[in-house]
Every structure is written in C-alpha cells, then in structure tokens.
C-alpha cells in the first residue's frame, strides 16, 4: 500500500492513538502563530482549582502538594521554533525515527522517565506522554460518562458543513463527543457489544474466509509464492466480511480479478486516501487551519467519494429490508443495519457509513502483522494448527461460536501478534477532570497519550518481550514466569477500554478469529528473506514486499 509516513501523531479513531512522528516547517511566521496559539490553549494556563474540587479528581491536599504542570519533565522548546525540530529528518534527534517509533518512545522514556511533557511542535497542543500502566488505569476509571478524545476536525468539518443530509442529525461515533456521542453509543451498544450476537455470523464470515482461502490457492505460482500484493488481497476480505456484517451484501470481491473502476476496488483505494488525508490534515502540521489548500479540497472530495461509494450500498440495502425483498438472503441473519433501522435510521444510515470506513484497514493490518510472526516462527504455527484440527479435523467439519471459544492458543496468538505489533501505538485522551500523576498537576482539558505500544514490549512488564511467546496468554500458565498476569492489566489495551472502547471489537475478533483457522488449516506459511520494513500513517503496517509462501498443508 501506498502510504505517507510524515506524520507528527499518529491517530485512529474507534481506538484512538496519537504519537509523535516528524514534522515539517512552515515558516517561520506561521510558526509564532501556531506557538501563540498552543500556549493560549494550554490546560495550565486556564484551569484554576475549584473550592469544591468539583472538577477535580483528587484531593485539594493532593492538589495542593503537586507540582505546577509546567515543571511536568520533557524536551525543552527552543524560542520561535518550539520544539518543532526535533522531528525534523537528519537534523532531529527524533526525525529519523518515523517509521520504528519505538525508538522515539525509548529516547523520552530513557530520557525523562514515565511522564514526559511534549510542548510547542507546530500545530499541536501540549500533550502529557505516558508509560506507567498505573497512571493509565488511573485515568481511564475516572473518565466518567462522557470520555473525552480529540476528534478529527477535517471530518467534523465535512459531515457538518458539506454532507449535511446525511450527518444533521448525528455525526457518529468517529466525530462526536458529549451527549450526542453517548446517545449514539447507547444505541447501538444493544445491537454490535452483545457477545451472543456474534454466534449470529459465524457461518457467513467462515465463507467469506473459505473464499479467500480459494482466491490464494488460484493466484499462487508453483513456488506457491503471490506476484501480486498480499494486501491488496487482504483488503478484498476485510471489505468483503464488513459489507456482509453492516449490509447483508456481497460484493464478490475474492470472486476473480477486480477491474479498477468496479466498486469494490474503488472503495479500497478511496479508503486509503482517506485515512492518509486524515494524518496530512488532522494529525500533520498544514496551513488548511487559515485557508483551502490543495490538500484540504482533495481531502474533501476523497471523503465525499467514501460517503457516495458507501451511501449507494447502504441505500440498496435499506431499500431491500424495506421491500422485505432480500431474495437468496431470506434466511441469513439480518445486518447489523437492518436491526438498527428498527432502533434509529439516522443512527442507522452513520454507523453502517462509519463500519465500511473503518473496518477496512485496521482489520487487514492486524491480520497481516499475525501471519507474519507466525511465519517466523513455525513452532507457534505447529501448535495452533494442531489445536485447530483436532477440533475442525477434515474439510466437512463445521465451524461454531463454540468451537471458536474453544481455541485459547488461537486467541493467544491474536493478542501475542498485537501486544508485539499493534495496530495503533496507544490511546488519547482528553482529562474530563484533573488530577494528580506522579506528583504533578494535570489539569482539566490535558491532553494525555498512553503509550500502549512501548509499554507492551517492555521487559519491565514482559519477560522475553521481543519474543512471540502466544504461551504468556494462556491460564494454564498463570503461574510461570512469562505469564500475562504477572504484567499490570492495563499494559495492552488493543481495543480501548470503558465506556469508549472499541464498537467494532467483536467484529474484528470474530473476523480474524475465523480467517486465521481457515488459513491455518489449508496452508503452511513460511517467509523468505529480511523481516519487511514497517511504516506509519494513521496505523502501524508492514510494508512490501511480503515474502510469503502458501505450502499445501499435508
């Protein structure tokens, strides 16, 4: 996939994460405006403790022993330039750390400890970094009803002011905070957060995955090597498998070759634009704050694309179960669209739209990074297969809910692939309260970024942390010394946490969950060469090429 790597944060909504990556200049005059700007919209400049403390959670005693956020430790920002050029390539110390972030991550860790202030980088406001699991359970149990995370203005800006029929009534989940997030939430928590509605879509996602299995078996050569993108293919299934789960549609996207103007192949490429006009404009430093550039009016028609490519799906679809005309799909499970429809058809309409943006992607990633480690390490990948076939022992075996909650080295290697690789680096924050964290004042309005990402691959937490050990997961270990249990719970936190966690979560799982047994169960896979070079947009990826092959399993 073609994606930019110049981003400052990094940011995904549903499980929202920012970190720091690189930055560019802009002038020097735009600059001391942004630098005016993030100093005026610092928490410590307007916060003030309440008598009743209210706003506060801590004590006034507590508050009162503190340190000022400002001696909160952190790069010191130079005069007019802030601190902007440490993300700078070659001359920053922290430029040419934009596709291995974690070095960036160490470098603050080592050299300020668990909290650390990043202040004045062009276009951001002050932000607190975290590496204490601690001080992450601390604030995710004190968020209240209403979490606050930074929005994607661009979004915001286009469902408000350009999409208007679609988006009056509610903005979704992705551009929403407050009581319009809740009510939105609360709706359709009933219909996609039920565990037992997952069983539901068992058998049409483990056909969708047998048919990607089929699609690999047809385009491999002899050497049982792909000369196309493996993640293209990827794409193909993970919009094949969220277009069922949202619609009841099948697009056919693994049934053949895709000519560049069908709609699937159009939805995939315009999501990807989508999501890297979101880092150029939502997360990297640009001039679209103060006028229309260039990249702000392509970004525009990019997300105008996405909504008309989605909305004519999602129409035909309403259409259908208005009929009650579905055909063929009389007796398959109704959509998660046609049980909202009965809820709300605003709400409806915006969480089908806001599924086929963001199931795409993240999805592909996660299934990407699990069949890399387990390519690299065959042992692992004998043990699964084994648990797999003992259960699912030939091809007429069929697939249940309850043979899926029967695999628990299956689901160790899904959380072992994210705790080494996550989709996203962390999660952000916005402190609906203020409080206290290691003996400094973080007052409400702060920005705060939990640094998942480091944290899981340190051998403070993990023993062996660089290892892909699927074992550490399993009960049957709670004991041993590499156990998951003996690292703080709030160290991987793949989907979120509370009440502002992943909505898609059991879609993914069972998504993945279901493609990895059935891939498992047809094929060996094996990587040749160097281990693939990793970028960043909005998410973590591998980038090409992906030195797989597909060996018959015998």
């Not at 996207?253 to 995939?268: R, Y």
């Not at 909305?311 to 259908?320: C, D, S």
Request: hydrophobic residues 40%; proline residues 5%; positive net charge.
């Amino acid at each position: 996939m073609n994606r930019s790597v110049n981003n400052m944060f990094l940011l995904v909504q549903g499980r929202s994460v920012l970190s720091m990556t690189q930055a560019r200049f802009l002038g020097t005059c735009t600059i001391n405006r942004q630098l005016e700007n993030m100093s005026e919209e610092c928490p410590a400049h307007a916060a003030k403790p309440k008598k009743d403390f209210s706003d506060y959670h801590c004590s006034k005693e507590e508050w009162d022993n503190a340190k000022p956020f400002s001696q909160i430790p952190g790069p010191v920002p130079l005069p007019i330039i802030g601190n902007t050029w440490r993300f700078l390539p070659k001359i920053g110390e922290y430029g040419n750390m934009a596709n291995d972030i974690t070095k960036m991550f160490d470098r603050l860790h080592s050299d300020f400890g668990e909290i650390v202030k990043m202040e004045k980088v062009l276009g951001r406001k002050t932000a607190i970094h975290l590496f204490d699991p601690n001080d992450i359970e601390k604030i995710y149990k004190a968020e209240g009803v209403f979490p606050e995370r930074m929005l994607l203005p661009s979004m915001l800006y286009f469902r408000k002011n350009m999409r208007q029929e679609i988006f009056k009534h509610t903005k979704g989940l992705l551009t929403s905070d407050g009581e319009d997030w809740y009510t939105f939430r609360n709706k359709v928590n009933t219909i996609m957060m039920q565990p037992k509605m997952i069983k539901q879509y068992v058998e049409p996602v483990d056909s969708i995955a047998k048919e990607f299995v089929t699609r690999i078996q047809s385009i491999r050569g002899k050497d049982n090597k792909l000369s196309i993108d493996f993640m293209t293919e990827i794409n193909k299934w993970s919009l094949e498998s969220i277009t069922y789960l949202a619609l009841n549609t099948k697009l056919g996207c693994l049934q053949g070759e895709l000519s560049d103007d069908s709609t699937p192949a159009k939805m995939i490429k315009i999501t990807e634009e989508v999501f890297i006009y979101l880092g150029k404009l939502d997360v990297e430093p640009n001039l679209s704050k103060f006028f229309a550039t260039p990249t702000f009016k392509k970004a525009m028609k990019a997300y105008d694309d996405q909504v008309s490519f989605s909305q004519g799906l999602i129409q035909k679809a309403v259409e259908r179960i208005e009929a009650k005309n579905i055909g063929d799909m009389s007796d398959s499970e109704p959509s998660v669209l046609e049980k909202l429809l009965k809820v709300d058809k605003n709400v409806a309409i915006v969480m089908a739209l806001d599924m086929l943006l963001a199931g795409i992607d993240t999805t592909s990633t996660a299934l990407m990074n699990i069949f890399y480690y387990l390519a690299i390490n065959q042992s692992k990948q004998d043990i699964l297969r084994k648990e797999i076939m003992t259960l699912l022992p030939d091809n007429n075996s069929k697939l249940t809910a309850d043979i899926l909650n029967s695999l628990p080295y299956m689901k160790a290697c899904i959380k072992e692939a994210a705790r080494l690789y996550p989709v996203t680096a962390g999660t952000m924050r916005i402190l609906t309260k203020g409080t206290v964290l290691k003996g400094y004042q973080l007052p409400k309005g702060t920005d705060v970024i939990f640094l998942h990402m480091a944290i899981s691959i340190s051998e403070k937490h993990f023993p062996r942390p660089q290892e892909f050990i699927p074992e550490r997961w399993l009960r049957e270990n709670i004991d041993s010394d590499i156990s998951y249990k003996k690292a703080h719970p709030f160290c991987t936190m793949h989907f979120g946490f509370g009440a502002r966690s992943c909505v898609g979560r059991r879609f993914a799982e069972l998504e993945l969950e279901v493609a990895l047994i059935n891939f498992m169960r047809y094929f060996k896979l094996k990587w040749e060469g160097p281990p693939p070079k990793r970028g960043i947009t909005t998410i973590n990826y591998l980038k090409p090429p992906f030195n797989f092959t597909f060996e018959n399993v015998k």
